[in-house]
């Protein structure tokens, strides 16, 4: 994700052409962005409520009696998603709390699960089947195949999440039969009071749902049931996870790099991703899991590499070799499993990581390229992946395919790819200068950022990345933050929301921008920089333009705001 080299046949984009205020903007948010690092290096943001495992936990309470408190809490909170504009949270909020969902007029089912990877699909469609059910919906006329519960080539969540969605169904079917010792043993062995396995909380209460039918459990579901509410947020809902601290951490610190942030606070989010990586190499999404995965170990390595190649050449080459490990025939990488179908953003996410190692790793790429151009449709886009705007594999593949050096060679894998993403960000482009996660939707922040990143790689003329970063500036908040929507998917297609990653993504886009200008007139003497652009720049600046006034030092004109108390790195 990180900026790439700009290709000598790009011309440099005039700062005249884009918003006068984009570098103070830029400052806010890179401000911002680094009062969210914590001491450690960590960028915490923890995921916030979902009707979906609000639900789950609601139909739970129900069936045990037990916490009214809590289930007051989580009926306030599915009362105010009963009329939301996502039709399957107004599904889930109705039948949760009146029993009787009601899919045929409120959610087109095929289309919501055409959202997901047709590999995905049976899965998926037992999983959708199965909270129905649970949310007092007909079990229908028959089990889903076979397909839908099998456990070959499954990582270990889905293995778990297929086996807890057999038994909801098993029992709704009136068939317990269908459920065997290794199955109960499975399930079981996920429960632990005061932790929710692999910090995944749709996960633990769907296994609390699997086992409560069965005898000589209510002990093992109570206790599961309040390690739930210990992750109930303020607004009464439940999180679909804890956290993707460590995914996002590594994002962050590609970010702030892009838009030039200082070497101890970049020092600081590489110790920290060095403190998580596990013995095989790779990351998690947070370090409450231990099943790692391609994506948070590339954008690790992209941090490590950013922040000294040498000094950290031990742990990117086994995180390279975590990545090849996970490699599949095709050139391809999937997201968790060796031998699982490979995904177009997984493999643009692993492209990036080995173009770290040059010309070592050219083979892996050019492999990974050819893949890529093999999976992208004649429009530009991709296969979906785990987020809700199809601009975001575009993206990544696009910095993938820029990096080597056919990308302009007619015909090459990375020509196609380059060419089809640049075509498809410009012909997609809204009346305001925004994106939207799908053609024909309102622009939204996160989808934006991704089309300047692409466009900012490729693009010849300036116009539309600059409509772009003037829509982006609409959506800054006083505080330097940006105002998004949802856009992450887990599992696919369910979304959920972690708002940091508007800040994160929108910060990364406008460093792919300014890379991009070309080199600012020198200043005269008269001309000094105010505030906000000497912290642009990179030079040490400790106001807050949001703090209340104070008496100002000599030689300072009123209002002088008051100092806060910086991070070493703000």
Not at 306 to 324: E, K, Q, V, Y
Not at 411 to 440: F, H, K
């Amino acid at each position: 994700m990180r900026p790439a080299p700009i290709p000598a046949d790009l011309p440099r984009w005039p700062h005249a052409a884009f918003p006068a205020d984009l570098a103070p903007a830029t400052a806010r948010l890179r401000a911002h962005l680094l009062s969210r690092v914590d001491p450690d290096g960590a960028v915490r943001d923890p995921c916030h409520s979902r009707v979906l495992e609000s639900a789950l936990l609601l139909a739970l309470l129900d069936r045990t009696n037990v916490e009214p408190a809590a289930r007051a809490q989580l009926a306030g909170y599915l009362a105010g998603h009963r009329d939301s504009p996502k039709p399957l949270d107004r599904v889930l909020a109705r039948a949760a709390l009146d029993g009787r969902p009601a899919t045929a007029d409120l959610l087109d089912v095929e289309q919501f699960l055409g959202q997901a990877p047709d590999f995905t699909g049976a899965r998926k469609r037992a999983l959708l089947h199965a909270v129905l059910v649970l949310l007092g919906g007909a079990p229908g006329s028959e089990l889903p195949g076979a397909e839908a519960f099998s456990l070959r080539g499954l990582h270990t969540w889905a293995r778990v999440q297929v086996t807890a969605v057999k038994a909801v169904l098993a029992h709704a079917h009136r068939q317990p039969q269908l459920i065997d010792a290794p199955d109960l043993e499975l399930l079981r062995s996920t429960q632990r009071p005061g932790t929710a396995w692999e910090g995944n909380l749709l996960i633990h209460l769907s296994v609390l749902h699997a086992l409560a039918p069965l005898p000589g459990h209510r002990h093992l579901i109570v206790d599961g049931i309040r390690t739930a509410l210990e992750h109930q947020r303020p607004d009464g809902g439940m999180p679909f996870i804890c956290d993707e601290d460590t995914w996002l951490t590594a994002t962050a610190g590609v970010a702030l790099h892009a838009a030039g942030a200082g070497a101890p606070v970049l020092d600081a989010i590489a110790h920290r991703l060095l403190h998580l990586q596990q013995s095989g190499g790779g990351w998690s999404y947070t370090e409450h899991a231990q099943l790692a995965d391609v994506d948070c170990t590339s954008a690790a390595v992209e941090v490590l590499h950013l922040t000294g190649p040498d000094a950290h050449r031990t742990p990117i080459s086994r995180a390279i070799g975590a990545l090849h490990a996970l490699r599949g025939p095709d050139g391809g990488f999937p997201t968790y499993l060796a031998g699982a179908p490979s995904e177009a953003c997984m493999t643009a996410a692993a492209a990036n990581a080995l173009n770290t190692q040059g010309h070592h790793q050219h083979a892996a790429v050019q492999a990974a390229l050819q893949h890529l151009a093999s999976q992208q449709h004649p429009d530009g886009s991709f296969p979906p992946d785990w987020s809700s705007s199809r601009l975001h594999t575009v993206f990544r593949a696009a910095l993938a395919a820029v990096r080597h050096p056919d990308h302009a060679t007619p015909g090459s894998p990375a020509q196609q790819i380059t060419e089809r993403a640049t075509q498809l960000v410009l012909n997609s482009q809204n009346p305001d200068g925004g994106w939207g996660q799908q053609d024909g939707e309102a622009s939204d922040a996160l989808t934006t950022a991704y089309a300047l990143i692409t466009l900012s790689s490729r693009s010849a003329v300036p116009g539309p990345a600059a409509r772009g970063a003037a829509y982006l500036l609409t959506r800054q908040r006083p505080d330097g933050s940006i105002a998004g929507i949802p856009d992450s998917i887990g599992p696919r297609p369910f979304g959920f929301s972690v708002p940091a990653l508007a800040d994160t993504f929108t910060l990364l886009a406008l460093g792919h921008l300014t890379r991009r200008l070309a080199p600012a007139a020198p200043r005269t003497p008269l001309q000094q920089p105010s505030a906000m652009a000497a912290r642009h720049q990179g030079e040490p600046v400790t106001l807050s333009p949001s703090a209340t006034p104070r008496p100002c030092p000599p030689g300072r004109k009123p209002p002088c705001p008051v100092p806060r108390a910086p991070r070493p790195w703000i």
